[in-house]
């Protein structure tokens, strides 16, 4: 059992909070971890990559001269590969980069990467995170009462909060997202985790669930 401390806006403990393991994950499977993060990566790929081969290049398909009797070596047209201005022998095409590793697989990763923060005293608990208006400014001051302005940080909440999320985006270090959209490469690209009580009750319940039905 891991007890972790439970702090309001302003940095004060105002609890704590008791986190079973085992609601998570049995253990840190690194290479599922690797696996998840690698297919993220990969999918953020454009593939977008061209060359043209020498059937694409502009240019007549005429040899430039005679085969025999110039006493020059044979040649080609004015495409080949080998000459200034044309094609690739063997061209790049737009390539799909992306795939998909199995979802409970997936579910499992963002559970074990969550569970690493806490392991490695990475994660903070909030108590409660709102705002009333759109004020970058209010936020800021919370991550600072955190000290969490230095860090790049990944903030977890229960559902969307247009408020919120319009207040934080301008924060180049943070990140915000509902806790059902949380995945492994997101939480374990960002250094510190931030975690509301309520968002943290929905993980917890969602892993115990997945694991039963596992």
């Known amino acids: 059992m891991i007890s972790v401390p439970v702090v309001?806006?302003?940095?004060?403990q105002v609890g704590t909070y008791d986190l079973d393991p085992a609601d998570f994950a049995k253990e840190i499977n690194k290479q599922l971890l690797h696996d998840v993060v690698v297919m993220y990566q990969a999918n953020k790929r454009t593939g977008s990559?061209?060359?043209?081969?020498?059937?694409?290049?502009?240019?007549?398909?005429?040899?430039?001269?005679?085969?025999?009797?110039?006493g020059n070596a044979r040649v080609g047209t004015k495409r080949?590969?080998?000459?200034?201005?044309?094609?690739?022998c063997f061209a790049k095409s737009p390539r799909d980069w992306s795939y998909r590793l199995p979802k409970k697989a997936v579910r499992l990763a963002t559970?074990?990467?969550?569970?690493?923060?806490?392991?490695?005293?990475q994660a903070v608990?909030?108590?409660?995170?709102?705002?009333?208006?759109?004020?970058?400014?209010?936020?800021?001051?919370?991550?600072?009462?955190?000290?969490?302005?230095?860090?790049?940080?990944?903030?977890?909440?229960k559902d969307n909060d247009n408020t919120?999320?319009?207040?934080?985006?301008?924060?180049?270090?943070?990140?915000?997202?509902?806790?059902?959209?949380?995945?492994?490469?997101?939480?374990?690209r960002q250094r510190r985790f931030l975690v509301t009580r309520e968002a943290l009750d929905v993980l917890k319940t969602n892993g115990k669930e997945t694991a039963a039905a596992g």
């Not at 309001?8 to 004060?12: C, P, Q, S």
């Open 8 to 12: 309001d806006v302003t940095g004060k």
């Open 49 to 70: 990559h061209k060359t043209k081969t020498r059937g694409e290049v502009s240019g007549s398909t005429k040899k430039l001269f005679r085969q025999k009797g110039t």
């Open 80 to 88: 080949s590969p080998i000459r200034r201005g044309g094609g690739h």
């Open 111 to 121: 559970r074990m990467a969550v569970l690493s923060k806490f392991q490695d005293g």
């Open 125 to 157: 608990i909030v108590d409660t995170l709102a705002v009333t208006e759109i004020k970058t400014k209010a936020v800021a001051k919370v991550l600072k009462a955190l000290k969490l302005h230095e860090d790049s940080t990944l903030l977890a909440i």
């Open 164 to 188: 919120l999320y319009r207040s934080a985006r301008n924060i180049g270090n943070l990140q915000i997202a509902p806790c059902r959209e949380l995945n492994a490469y997101d939480v374990l």
